[in-house]
């Protein structure tokens, strides 16, 4: 069972359906591994239920019965006929509602050694989500980030100066987080990550490659 979960807000404001496709997919593969959390959005979305049901009624615009009767004729959009990829291979190891966003086999390609990534179309501006693979005892460069950054472990973990991260744990960091994450010795690290903007490598020569790296 994770250890390492979302705040009570986050998951509020995903019940509530206000996190961008590519958060609300990694906060979905995290309910799937995680009951503590499964059980606070249901909550959460009983809560809005009620709020529903308590709220006065008002008149419909007119004409609005025959635009949502309209649109039953119109194909799904793309979103809803992704089909899940069998559980095979590197697949084996998402959850389904991550396989579903991926979509097919991921284009992995070499970052720096010891890291591979397979980004992820958005196509959400400033929005990235990628596929991480960090080989084992490896160690990424110590960063902070620009905005917000939403990671969720899938096989293997890694630890950093805040704790020790395994399968089905997420890991929320901001500008205030500054920090080193080593992979596990043995498995090494396979984990799903999405930021709203870049990070920021840290130290001396951090600072100068930042000038020319955007990560």
């Known amino acids: 069972m994770p250890m390492f979960h979302l705040s009570d807000d986050d998951l509020l404001e995903y019940a509530a359906g206000r996190f961008a496709e590519p958060f609300a997919v990694l906060i979905a593969a995290h309910l799937t591994l995680c009951p503590t959390c499964r059980r606070s959005v249901a909550e959460f979305e009983a809560l809005g239920g009620l709020a529903i049901e308590a709220a006065p009624a008002v008149d419909m615009a007119a004409g609005s019965l025959d635009a949502v009767l309209a649109r039953l004729d119109e194909p799904e959009p793309l979103e809803l006929r992704r089909t899940i990829p069998p559980a095979t291979g590197e697949f084996s190891r998402l959850p389904i509602p991550l396989r579903a966003f991926v979509g ?10 010891g890291l591979d990534e397979a980004e992820i179309g958005t ?10 693979r960090i ?34 744990d997420v890991a929320v960091a901001d500008p205030d987080v500054v920090h080193r994450p080593v992979a596990d010795a043995e498995e090494g690290c396979l984990c799903f990550a999405v930021t709203d903007a870049r990070l920021k490598l840290t130290g001396p020569v951090g600072r100068v490659l930042n000038l020319f790296i955007r990560y």
């Not at 097919?104 to 050694?113: E, S």
């Not at 196509?123 to 991480?132: C, Q, S, T």
């Open 104 to 113: 097919a086999a991921p284009r992995w390609k070499k970052v720096i050694r």
């Open 135 to 168: 080989a084992p005892g490896c160690a990424m460069p110590r960063h902070t980030h620009g905005g917000r950054e939403m990671l969720i472990v899938l096989d293997g973990g890694y630890s950093d100066e805040i704790g020790v991260y395994d399968v089905g």
């Open 123 to 132: 196509g959400r501006g400033n929005v990235r989500a990628r596929l991480m």
